[in-house]
């Protein structure tokens, strides 16, 4: 099976830089994704990383040590509409093709000025 | 449409009914995913499938609980005598690679 861990609640500030941690214990693993969700939204994709590094999309990062099980989520100049749950994400191993993403319980983060 | 859509987007029932939840992917994805959310909580995975074939029904919680998609396009979640500890939103996602799912805007059941 699968488990990955992720802070609760995080709260920053308007502007700052803030990180969002993800461990994950699998028994196998082909990619982390991380995914946004407003309040009464629907969840989107924000990033995948199968390979150790930093992958950067605007003012998200994502960064992924594959050798760590871990990966972060960072947000940088933070705006208000960042206010969301974030999620990081687990390609489960088996099967093939689209296999399902296991799914960490969120982080609520609260963006205030 | 241009998104995943699913219908109702709300639905209340009591508790013993029937209840069935569509979902409407995006054109040409194959793969489409259930899932449930209650509140303030993850994602709880259901079921996926591949085409109209489902490889695994491993996360569907209960025998009450069964999906089926046609055509490789519109699924159909379908919960028999609803409990309360149903009430929660059903997601659905379609998928058109490895890494990325698509995902409508939910039902929110609630089984009075």
């Known amino acids: 099976g699968q488990s990955l861990e992720q802070p609760s609640e995080v709260t920053a500030v308007e502007g700052a830089i803030v990180q969002i941690n993800c461990t994950y214990q699998t028994s196998g693993f082909y990619g982390l994704s991380w995914y946004q969700q407003h309040d009464g939204g629907a969840p989107t994709f924000l990033s995948y990383n199968a390979l150790d590094g930093l992958e950067e999309t605007g003012r998200f990062s994502s960064f992924l040590s594959r050798s760590d099980s871990y990966g972060y989520l960072l947000l940088q100049e933070l705006q208000m509409k960042d206010s969301a749950s974030y999620f990081c994400?687990?390609?489960?191993?088996w099967g093939s093709g689209n296999t399902p993403l296991v799914f960490g319980k969120g982080t609520r983060l609260s963006v205030i000025a | 449409g241009a998104g995943v859509s699913q219908s109702p987007s709300n639905k209340v029932t009591e508790k013993g009914k029937d209840v069935e939840l569509r979902c409407d992917p995006i054109s040409g994805h194959t793969a489409l995913y259930w899932y449930r959310q209650s509140l303030g909580q993850g994602l709880e995975f259901l079921i996926y499938?591949?085409?109209?074939?489902?490889?695994?029904k491993s996360g569907l919680p209960s025998d009450r609980f069964s999906a089926e998609r046609t055509g490789g396009s519109v699924s159909t979640l379908t919960i028999q005598r609803t409990q309360q500890e149903d009430s929660a939103v059903y997601l659905c996602a379609s998928s058109p690679s490895l890494n990325e799912q698509f995902f409508g805007p939910g039902t929110r059941l609630t089984v009075l």
């Open positions: 499938f591949q085409g109209n074939s489902a490889p695994d």
């Open positions: 994400a687990v390609r489960d191993p």
